[in-house]
């Protein structure tokens, strides 16, 4: 295959206008939501006198909306236009992060302030996340859903890499405030492509539109053995291993007691490796197997013990852009089994039951985090977090060797 064929297969989905515009307004838009996390973190660790229990606290505030509300926004992405949902969304988001961000530059902000917003903004995406990615099988043909859905995840990595990075050079120069604004600006992005997409070449199923409710769906799940297992992975892995918002802060200013920009720099090396295993993914055209959601994890639990145990700065920005991958690879596996292998009309509660546990296990997940951290240290906190989700994962591989009946 030539580099002009693997490019272009590469960027297949980005030939459909709709979802090209879909595409560029998130990328500015995630871009500026990765400089208002950067900011939002170390303003958190600054006022608090680098308490990890605080940004715990934060970080549950905004994804504890998630996990009590997210089944509901898969049952409304289901019932509504999802292209409407997702202009409302965005609205509300962008004014949020306004209010914020003019309550910093007035120099009175709270904690409360900080941890009420994020409240709101966690209401916010319990409905935007399960639609954006139910909406995803809309803008494009069934068989580019892969390539989509990995464009998506590369976009999201390109922001993960220049929005820490950006913030990190601002906030010294230009504030913290500054970098919140220019975060609700940023919505204007995602808005105004959302309102250009044309509805008429949407791919919207015709006839099978949300029957029944939550429950429904829910006994749609467990009634599917195919996709209860990625489910359950997800679950365990993303509970114990996805709390980077807390523990990369903590390893810079705690472990190797630098600035703003070197943190960025440890964020921004994890969203590289998270960024080239997206774009290797975009190759994929099914839906991948069992063994491939159990590889990748397993490779994302060994990689993320040796994370905690870099002795340099250097190192653990290597091993954090390794365990980056590895967790891309993971959840994009994960992801692509659940949503390839469900019914159109139950789609956006199955990704509702996906965002739930990969992300609405984050306020159980990152205020264990912080607790273990302030025992045990940023390093092992990390090295304890690989270790219980090696457990799992070998838990699964032997899950699946067992006989059907056992299972």
Known sequence: MSGRTLLRDMAASLRVRNFRLFALGQLASVTGTWMMIT???????RMTDDSAVALGAVTAAQFTPVLLLTLMGGRLADMLN?????????????????ALGVAVLSGRVKLW??????????????????????FISELVDPELVPNASALSA????????????????????????????LNAMSYLATV?????????????????RARGGVAEGLRYV????????????????????????????????????????????LTAGMAVGSLLAALAVTLRRGRPGERTVLGTATAFAALLTLSGLA???????????????????????????????????????????????????TPIGALLTGWLADRTGARGALSVS??????????????????????
């Open 82 to 98: 999802r292209r409407q949902l997702l202009i409302a969304a965005n609205s509300v988001s962008g004014l949020l992060a306004l």
């Open 386 to 407: 690989g270790a219980v989700c090696l457990a799992a994962t070998l838990a699964a591989w032997v899950r699946t060797r067992a006989p059907a009946g056992r299972r």
């Open 154 to 181: 590369a976009y999201f990595n390109i922001a993960r890499v220049l929005g820490p990075a950006t913030a990190g050079l601002l906030i010294g120069g230009a504030g913290v405030g500054a970098v919140m604004l």
């Open 311 to 361: 002795p340099t700065f250097g190192t653990a920005l290597l091993c954090l852009g390794l365990t980056g991958g590895a967790m891309m690879a993971f959840a994009q596996s994960a992801n692509h089994r659940v949503q390839l292998g469900s019914d159109p009309a139950y789609r956006g509660r199955v990704m509702a039951i996906y965002t739930l546990l990969l992300q609405g296990t």
């Open 39 to 45: 900011a939002q973190d170390w303003l958190v660790l």
């Open 222 to 265: 467990a009634g599917r053995r195919d996709l209860l297992l990625p489910l359950a992975l997800t679950a365990a892995v993303a509970l114990v291993g996805f709390n980077f918002q807390v523990t990369l802060p903590l390893l810079a200013r705690t472990v190797f007691h630098t600035n703003a920009g070197s943190f960025g720099l």
């Open 192 to 208: 105004t492509g959302l309102r250009r997409i044309r509805p008429g070449e949407l791919h919207r199923a015709s006839g099978r």
């Open 113 to 134: 302030h900080i941890i009420v917003c994020a409240v709101a903004i966690g209401l916010v995406n319990a409905v935007e996340i399960p639609t954006r990615m139910s």
